[in-house]
Each structure stands twice: as structure tokens, then as C-alpha cells.
Nanobody
Framework: QVQLVESGGGLVQPGGSLRLSCAASETIFSTDTMGWYRQAPGKQRELAAVIRLGGTNYADSVKGRFTISRDTAKKMVYLQMNSLKPEDTAVYYC???????????WGQGTQVTVSS
């Protein structure tokens, strides 16, 4: 059972930046699929960014503004968020799925609020 703990959320003004971090309780591998999902009030959870062995993918709404990365040695995955907009306000969840696994693991979420 892998535990994921997110941090780095908070209140930021439009146009600002935040970096979210996700710490894994066990070793992570470059073959793992790891991602950041977000859920705004009254909306379904959606994928923001994902990193796989073959590279990264982003939702169209965050492309060019968000960057996902990971450090396997530190068992960490990050989401750098720039040029934040009010519509980025959501709870952000870290996700990990082992290669060949059918289910994954979720963190507890961290709140990001973009408001002036």
C-alpha cells in the first residue's frame, strides 16, 4: 500500500505561481504512471497532468502553464503551476499506478485557491 502525501497548496492571486509536491511512502519507478488530478466544487475529478515512461501529457486547459516532474531518488512528484487563473481553483490530488497494475493510489488532496 503506497501512501501519497501532497503539500504546497494555498491561496494565490491570479497570475501567480505555486509548486505542489507529492511524497510517496515507497520507492517510485520511472515505469510508474503518476499524475495530478483536480476537482473543483460541483465538478468531476479531472486529469491535469500525467507523467509516464514515455513522457508527459497535460489537459488542454493547463498546457503551457503547468509542468509535471518527478525525482525517483527522493520519491517525489511535483506540479509547477504558473500563470494561475481563478478556474484553476480546486483540490489537487496526487495519483500513482504501478506498471501492469489495474488500480492506483491516491493522496488526500491539497487545496489550491486562485483569487484576488
Amino acid at each position: 500500500q503506497v501512501q501519497l502525501v501532497e503539500s504546497g497548496g494555498g491561496l494565490v492571486q491570479p497570475g501567480g505561481s505555486l509548486r505542489l509536491s507529492c511524497a510517496a511512502s515507497e520507492t517510485i519507478f520511472s515505469t510508474d504512471t503518476m499524475g495530478w488530478y483536480r476537482q473543483a466544487p460541483g465538478k468531476q475529478r479531472e486529469l491535469a497532468a500525467v507523467i509516464r515512461l514515455g513522457g508527459t501529457n497535460y489537459a488542454d486547459s493547463v498546457k503551457g502553464r503547468f509542468t509535471i516532474s518527478r525525482d525517483t531518488a527522493k520519491k517525489m512528484v511535483y506540479l509547477q503551476m504558473n500563470s494561475l487563473k481563478p478556474e484553476d481553483t480546486a483540490v489537487y490530488y496526487c495519483y500513482l499506478r504501478r506498471n501492469f497494475a489495474s488500480v492506483g493510489y491516491w493522496g488526500q488532496g491539497t487545496q489550491v485557491t486562485v483569487s484576488s
